[in-house]
């Protein structure tokens, strides 16, 4: 474990669903992202957090939502999704760009 | 915009030997951070090994060393005495005012 936890593992949701995708960690880090990560694309930033502020979104269609409660939880809400979508969802987190940033496992998502 | 490539889809190298990754990066800016991420099939990314820009000195964790040229914006990895463990995708990213990705080094561990 690295201190990022994300959950669920693995989620299927119809594209009329909304589910939401949770991260937490407890590591002291000020940052938390948002990754995608599809198959044969580079990893794609999503949504940049520092202190629970909203500091980037990358052109993320509307049917993603963040939120960040406080600086250890991070969300990622999901509606009307479309079968693109599908992909693995990585939390990362990070105290300033100097160290790196910390992942967790990813939720893998897959829409029907 | 920075971006980071990395020239090889894939790798193989036999246990026990040597095996270097390739990675080149562009940026105009002139303070930033170099990483490499391993992610095995567990799917979690680890960071591998840093490298401060203004450090000529490369860096080195255990059986993984850097070949850091700033001036070529060149960062390959090599990793000595490959072990099945090693077998993963790596990444090579780059860290400036945000992190950019390379797309990726599959590599394939041979007993």
């Known amino acids: 474990e690295t201190g990022v936890t994300q959950t669920p593992r693995h989620l299927v949701m119809g594209m009329t669903n909304k589910k939401s995708l949770k991260c937490e960690q407890h590591?002291?880090?000020?940052?938390m992202y948002w990754y995608k990560q599809s198959a044969k694309k580079p990893l794609e930033l999503m949504f940049v957090?520092?202190?629970?502020?909203?500091?980037e979104n990358n052109s993320v269609p509307s049917r993603f939502s963040p939120e960040c409660p406080n600086s250890s939880h991070l969300f990622l809400h999901l509606h009307t999704l479309q079968p693109e979508d599908s992909a693995l969802y990585l939390c990362?987190?990070?105290?300033?760009?100097?160290?790196?940033?910390?992942f967790g496992s990813g939720t893998r998502l897959t829409v029907v | 915009a920075q971006t980071v490539t990395q020239s090889q889809p894939e790798m193989s190298v036999q246990e026990a030997e040597t095996v270097t990754l390739s990675c080149t990066y562009d940026?105009?800016?002139?303070?930033?951070?170099l990483f490499w991420y391993k992610q095995p099939p567990s799917r979690q990314m680890i960071l591998v090994i840093r490298?401060?820009?203004?450090?000529?000195q490369n860096a080195t964790e255990n059986r993984f060393s850097v070949n850091f040229q700033k001036a070529a914006k060149s960062f390959s990895l090599k990793i000595s005495d490959s072990q099945l463990g090693d077998a993963a995708m790596y990444f090579c990213?780059?860290?400036?005012?945000?992190?950019?990705f390379g797309a990726g080094t599959i590599l394939r561990v041979k007993s």
């Open positions: 957090y520092n202190f629970k502020e909203q500091t």
């Open positions: 590591l002291g880090h000020n940052a």
């Open positions: 990362a987190s990070s105290f300033g760009n100097n160290y790196g940033y910390t």
């Open positions: 490298q401060e820009a203004y450090k000529q």
């Open positions: 990213a780059y860290v400036g005012n945000k992190l950019v």
């Open positions: 940026t105009s800016e002139s303070d930033y951070y």
